[in-house]
């Protein structure tokens, strides 16, 4: 990533930095920051936290205090930190193989493993691709099942014209240097629950209730609880997961830019899928209502010495790469995982698996010619 943060960005920053001792906790410009996201998004409330893994974390934790213990189906693909916040907040996580022509978890999968014991799912939109199905979105709703929606690598997709992240209950963002845009690190809880956003904003500042903006809910804890200061009451076990008005200055604005950098962003990737040789590379995507995030390389066939030239070639012509797509590969194989897991599970989702050893992602961002791309697609297509 190159351009996420423009030199505008930096000068509208240092121009409130110029004001006599700027307030730099959370404050006005956090709160404005939410109300323009929330009206970019489409949903009623916004929350800013200090990460998109900070996101992950409440809303499990609200998932946790406002639905009880238990299962939250979670993808093999995906960042550590969803499937983290779902352990870290005495979940337990249960792993759904993916579709390949998304990369989401698999929706026939996904519907066989609920339960009486699922709590949610919490389905990632993994490198701007959407993961969504109308029958998913139904049988869910039809079975009392929250949608928890982690759209940190896909901002501005949609499903039938609907942005992602504005179905489910809820919906995590990241705004880290390297995604859609940058609050240098920094992301967002959204709901149109007030009841979840409630949660959400006692759980980002230590459980306290007095963040909590609804008068009927905040009096509720002071009642049940006479003998505490009602300006400190922790409802909840918590940490501080704040953000600052120096990082809601840099959101506010990269914002209205978004929309036009995720259009090229997508005629990049078009540009890519359209000029890989489709005899090395999966190219059949699901594009419709995709924001691309990072170019997807997954080699077709499970072939380790065309792997190995792939990787030296794309290093001898400094081409930077991920292998295993987001976050390392298949998470059913990382160390934090194996006391959740039975032996070898991670052998029952082959998708992931093949994407663990043959998968890759390359960075795309808006200033990136066509020309680049095409460059970038005789280089792949030369092993």
């Not at 982690?150 to 997709?157: K, M, R």
């Not at 919906?171 to 920094?186: D, K, W």
């Not at 230590?206 to 963040?211: F, S």
């Amino acid at each position: 990533m190159v351009d996420n943060i423009l030199r505008e960005d930096l000068d509208n920053l240092i121009e409130f930095l110029k004001q006599d001792m700027p307030r730099l906790t959370q404050a006005g410009e956090v709160r404005a920051f939410q109300q323009e996201w929330s009206e970019w998004l489409g949903v009623k409330y916004s929350v800013f936290v200090s990460s998109g893994a900070a996101a992950n974390l409440l809303t499990m934790g609200a998932i946790r205090h406002l639905y009880g213990e238990g299962e939250v189906l979670v993808p093999a693909l995906t960042w550590v930190s969803d499937i983290s916040s779902v352990i870290l907040q005495g979940l337990k996580p249960v792993f759904v193989d993916i579709n390949p022509r998304t990369l989401a978890m698999d929706e026939d999968q996904v519907l066989a493993k609920i339960n009486d014991n699922t709590r949610a799912v919490f389905l990632t939109h993994a490198q701007g691709f959407n993961g969504l199905s109308d029958r998913l979105v139904s049988e869910l709703e039809k079975r009392g099942v929250p949608l928890i929606e982690d759209v940190c690598e896909s901002h501005g997709a949609t499903h039938k014209g609907k942005k992602l992240g504005s179905i489910g209950l809820a919906s995590n963002f990241s705004f880290y240097f390297a995604h859609h845009m940058s609050t240098i690190e920094g992301g967002m809880v959204c709901t149109n629950d007030e009841a979840f956003y409630n949660a959400i904003l006692a759980l980002r500042s230590h459980g306290m209730t007095r963040e909590i903006q609804n008068d009927e809910i905040r009096q509720k804890w002071i009642d049940e609880n006479p003998e505490l200061s009602p300006d400190f009451i922790f409802a909840y076990p918590a940490i501080n997961t704040r953000n600052t008005e120096i990082g809601a200055v840099l959101g506010r604005s990269a914002l209205p830019r978004l929309d036009a950098n995720n259009a090229l962003r997508t005629r990049n990737f078009t540009l890519l899928i359209k000029n890989l040789d489709p005899n090395i590379y999966f190219t059949d995507f699901v594009l419709e209502g995709s924001s691309n995030y990072a170019f997807n390389l997954i080699l077709k066939e499970k072939d380790p010495a065309l792997r190995d030239r792939l990787e030296k070639k794309m290093r001898d012509e400094g081409v930077e790469f991920r292998r295993g797509s987001a976050g390392g590969g298949n998470q059913v194989r990382q160390p934090y995982v194996r006391p959740y897991i039975r032996e070898n599970e991670w052998l029952e989702y082959p998708e992931v698996e093949h994407i663990h050893y043959y998968g890759y992602y390359v960075g795309n961002y808006p200033s990136m010619s066509e020309e680049q791309v095409l460059e970038l697609c005789k280089v792949l297509n030369s092993i």
